[in-house]
Structure formats: structure tokens, C-alpha cells
């Protein structure tokens, strides 16, 4: 097997077509179900299951894949670093970031600022967070992420680099019995529909922590990804939710803020972290990245608010 049939094989488990990923691959699609037949061949095992309107891959297939992208990157990352040695930093460096906007962190200037110094590096993003943040830095596919977990959340061989505690506050409708009350306990919240992100993602994580010191259930309605939609819905009453404070002010109508309400838990904080595998990546680009980021982002926990004491924080 070659470097060539890996691509393939990566391109038809991305696509689950052979005429999309004969396109990506520039082959046609005889000639890539060829290369595939004889791949299969050399591995001694089938790798796709196809039939007339799919394709899927078998748990050999799955294997596979996994591995030939584990393969391929450190290919890519062998040949930026040779050119690399006597030229400009070049590469791709895949960043994983729970927000880049709603937040007293600027990412979005960081991101400008690394574009500027290395313009040869190509940059691709993703909203991954959380779990799913986590596992794909310990397999590659992210190099550098902004998660919002705490240290002791994440699983070992990630380094954990905490920049700021950022405050959960309630979000209420107009019209809703706690709007101008100005604190909270999570206990008010048990009876309510309760709007929340999705299972893997940091802010679920600090969400179900908070609940659970308060001893606390609640009656989740909905999952969604996005922390200012949660935080829109709850403003319109459709629910009520718990999100970072920037969020809730970005969302929120100043002449509406009494319907942002503090939690009356000091514990209730959203780390942001930034974070990389265990030793770092050795990449060029990532190796920038990361001293860019820790020289420019502030750290050590700064919290957005005076009265928030960095002791709160339960990493």
C-alpha cells in the first residue's frame, strides 16, 4: 500500500461516495474502486461495504481509516518541518474553539495576529468543545484548542493552560417570575423548562456541576450547540438557561438586564483553557501558535469579574 491509497481511502470514509471522492482525488471513479479492490487485497480484509445507493465502512474499514489519517498527518507534518528549516513556518494548524466572539478573550485578534506573522501556515477552525475537543487533540485532528474544562475534567496527556473564569448567570424572559430578582439559586430553576448545550460540550459540563452542588434537577427541553441561541430562546421565554455572562450581555438588550440573573454559587464558572496534547505538537505551526497564545492571551485564571476570587476555581 502507498500514501495515495490511504488519501483514497480517507476521501471515500469523508465523502461515503466513490463519485464524490474520485472527484476530490482527481481519479476516476474506475480507477479509484481499482485502487480500492487492491488496497482491500494487500490488507487482507474488506474495508467498504457498497451497494448500488451507499457506502459504508466495515469495522476493518474503521480501523483503517483511523489510521491512515494518523499516517497522513504525520506526513504532513514531517514535510513542514523540513521546509520549515530554511524558509518561513509553513503547515496546517487545525485550532478547535469553543467561541471566538461573546467572550473577554480575543481570539479573533490572536487569530489576525498569527495570519499576519506566518501567512504561508494554512488555518482551519472548528466549534469543536468539550469531549469531543479533548479526543480529537489526543489523536491529532485538533492541535491547539479553547475548551471551556477544567483541568481535572479532561483526560490525561492534555496540557491545560487556564486563561480566564468566566461567571454562569440565568437567563429569563421578560415576563418571567425571577426577571429583576438579581441573584438566583439553581433550585428556582428545578420546575422550568430548561434550555442547555449538548452532552459533550464544556458548558454542559460546568452546567451539570453546578446543579449537582446544588443538589438540584432540572428539565431539560432542548440540546443545542450554540450557548447565544440558549441564551436568545430564554430571553424570548422560551426557557430559561444558564450561559457565560459575556454571552448573556452580547445577547441581552442593556435596558433588559434584569432578566440576567447571578447564580448563587461561587463555584459557577466557565473555564476557558487553552490546551494541546502532552508533550506539545512539534509542528512549526503549532509550536508558533502556541508561543503567540501564551505570551498574548492573559492566563492564570483572571477573573472578568473583581468579585470573583481565583480560589473558585475547582481545577
Same mark, same amino acid.
Given at each position: 500500500?502507498?500514501?495515495?491509497?490511504?488519501?483514497?481511502?480517507?476521501?471515500?470514509?469523508?465523502?461515503?461516495?466513490?463519485?464524490?471522492?474520485?472527484?476530490?482525488?482527481?481519479?476516476?471513479?474506475?480507477?479509484?474502486?481499482?485502487?480500492?479492490?487492491?488496497?482491500?487485497?494487500?490488507?487482507?480484509?474488506?474495508?467498504?461495504?457498497?451497494?448500488?445507493?451507499?457506502?459504508?465502512?466495515?469495522?476493518?474499514?474503521?480501523?483503517?481509516?483511523?489510521?491512515?489519517?494518523?499516517?497522513?498527518?504525520?506526513?504532513?507534518?514531517?514535510?513542514?518541518?523540513?521546509?520549515?528549516?530554511?524558509?518561513?513556518?509553513?503547515?496546517?494548524?487545525?485550532?478547535?474553539?469553543?467561541?471566538?466572539?461573546?467572550?473577554?478573550?480575543?481570539?479573533?485578534?490572536?487569530?489576525?495576529?498569527?495570519?499576519?506573522?506566518?501567512?504561508?501556515?494554512?488555518?482551519?477552525?472548528?466549534?469543536?468543545?468539550?469531549?469531543?475537543?479533548?479526543?480529537?487533540?489526543?489523536?491529532?485532528?485538533?492541535?491547539?484548542?479553547?475548551?471551556?474544562?477544567?483541568?481535572?475534567?479532561?483526560? /490525561? &496527556?492534555?496540557?491545560?493552560?487556564? *486563561?480566564?473564569? #468566566? %461567571?454562569?448567570? =440565568?437567563?429569563? +424572559?421578560?415576563?418571567?417570575?425571577?426577571?429583576?430578582?438579581?441573584?438566583?439559586?439553581?433550585?428556582?430553576?428545578?420546575?422550568?423548562?430548561?434550555?442547555?448545550?449538548?452532552?459533550?460540550?464544556?458548558?454542559?459540563?460546568?452546567?451539570?456541576?453546578?446543579?449537582?452542588?446544588?443538589?438540584?434537577?432540572?428539565?431539560?427541553?432542548?440540546?443545542?450547540?450554540?450557548?447565544?441561541?440558549?441564551?436568545?430562546?430564554?430571553?424570548?421565554?422560551?426557557?430559561?438557561?444558564?450561559?457565560?455572562?459575556?454571552?448573556?450581555?452580547?445577547?441581552?438588550?442593556?435596558?433588559?438586564?434584569?432578566?440576567?440573573?447571578?447564580?448563587?454559587?461561587?463555584?459557577?464558572?466557565?473555564?476557558?483553557?487553552?490546551?494541546?496534547?502532552?508533550?506539545?505538537?512539534?509542528?512549526?505551526?503549532?509550536?508558533?501558535?502556541?508561543?503567540?497564545?501564551?505570551?498574548?492571551? /492573559? &492566563?492564570?485564571?483572571?477573573?472578568? *469579574?473583581?468579585? #470573583? %476570587?481565583?480560589? =473558585?476555581?475547582? +481545577?
Amino acid at each position: 500500500m502507498d500514501l495515495r491509497q490511504m488519501e483514497y481511502a480517507v476521501a471515500i470514509a469523508d465523502e461515503l461516495n466513490f463519485t464524490r471522492a474520485a472527484a476530490r482525488c482527481r481519479i476516476g471513479q474506475s480507477g479509484l474502486s481499482h485502487q480500492i479492490t487492491q488496497l482491500e487485497r494487500e490488507v487482507g480484509a474488506r474495508l467498504f461495504e457498497r451497494s448500488s445507493r451507499n457506502v459504508q465502512l466495515t469495522q476493518a474499514g474503521q480501523t483503517f481509516v483511523a489510521c491512515a489519517r494518523r499516517v497522513l498527518r504525520a506526513v504532513q507534518e514531517m514535510q513542514a518541518e523540513i521546509a520549515s528549516l530554511d524558509g518561513p513556518v509553513q503547515g496546517r494548524l487545525r485550532i478547535g474553539a469553543v467561541t471566538l466572539t461573546a467572550g473577554n478573550i480575543d481570539q479573533l485578534g490572536l487569530l489576525r495576529e498569527y495570519q499576519e506573522a506566518y501567512p504561508a501556515v494554512e488555518v482551519t477552525l472548528s466549534d469543536a468543545d468539550g469531549v469531543e475537543a479533548a479526543a480529537q487533540l489526543l489523536t491529532g485532528e485538533l492541535e491547539v484548542a479553547v475548551i471551556a474544562l477544567h483541568e481535572h475534567q479532561l483526560p /490525561p &496527556g492534555i496540557a491545560h493552560h487556564l *486563561l480566564r473564569l #468566566v %461567571p454562569l448567570v =440565568a437567563v429569563v +424572559g421578560r415576563q418571567h417570575r425571577l426577571r429583576g430578582t438579581g441573584v438566583t439559586d439553581l433550585g428556582k430553576l428545578a420546575d422550568e423548562r430548561f434550555l442547555e448545550c449538548g452532552p459533550d460540550t464544556g458548558l454542559r459540563a460546568q452546567v451539570d456541576a453546578a446543579f449537582d452542588r446544588a443538589r438540584a434537577r432540572r428539565r431539560g427541553v432542548c440540546a443545542l450547540r450554540s450557548a447565544g441561541d440558549l441564551a436568545s430562546l430564554a430571553f424570548e421565554g422560551i426557557g430559561v438557561t444558564v450561559v457565560p455572562r459575556p454571552v448573556a450581555e452580547a445577547i441581552v438588550p442593556d435596558d433588559h438586564g434584569d432578566c440576567v440573573l447571578r447564580l448563587d454559587d461561587p463555584q459557577a464558572l466557565q473555564p476557558l483553557a487553552l490546551a494541546h496534547r502532552d508533550p506539545a505538537p512539534t509542528s512549526p505551526a503549532a509550536q508558533a501558535f502556541l508561543r503567540l497564545a501564551l505570551a498574548r492571551l /492573559p &492566563g492564570q485564571g483572571t477573573p472578568d *469579574l473583581e468579585d #470573583v %476570587p481565583v480560589s =473558585a476555581e475547582t +481545577g
